[in-house]
């Protein structure tokens, strides 16, 4: 089953199109509907428009809270019919009650740490600055609170030899850029794991 996915991103959109690149070599069984941003002035877009996929702003200023903000992304994904929202570098928590339970456990987010460590922003630099030997990346399911809800999968970086937090930035992404598309291809085979335990995912009925 080809899952219907929306990312979100707020800046440069490499993990974007790393999962664009991995639907069009075939290695990830998934269509990209559109992307929404907050950001008009994020790379992202760019990324968008040259693979054909429509752009949805939707920016903090035009919304009198943050929970109307959130009300709009999801109209934008019940109009596109998507089945997973695929968070790569949305630096906003999302915090709308409705969009929350309407996409639970269908919102998946790209953190670059061994999530509990390090959550929140430069992630890469909290564990250089810490002395951290080993970091890696998390993909989890997006809930209410920063950088936290069930982890669907991980993986260590030996960031030992790196000499600065650009060096382990670099080694992270790389693995991101192989990891996320790969958990994408998993919801599409219509299964993946939360906490090493096996989870059926279902195709989402129409509201
Ligand atoms: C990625 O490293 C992603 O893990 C991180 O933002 C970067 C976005 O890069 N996300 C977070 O820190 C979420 N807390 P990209 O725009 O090139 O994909």
Known sequence: MTVKVAVLASGRGSNFKAL?????????????????????????????????IPVEIVQRMDFPDRGSMDDRIKVILDKHGVELVVLAGYMLLIKGKKLLDAYKMRIINIHPALLPSFPGVDA?????????????????????????????????????????AGEVSKKIIEREHAAYPMIVDSFSKGHYAVDGRHVRFAPKPRS
Do not use: M, W
């Open 20 to 52: 664009i690149d991995a639907v069009e070599s075939g290695d990830c069984d998934a269509r990209i509907l559109v992307l929404i941003t907050n950001n008009p002035d994020a790379p992202a877009i760019t990324v968008a428009k040259q693979a054909g």
């Open 124 to 164: 890469q630099k909290q564990a250089f600055d810490y002395g951290a030997r080993i970091s890696g990346l998390t993909i989890h399911f997006v809930d209410e609170n920063l950088d936290a809800g069930p982890i669907i999968y991980q993986e260590a970086v030996d960031i030992s030899g790196c000499k600065s």
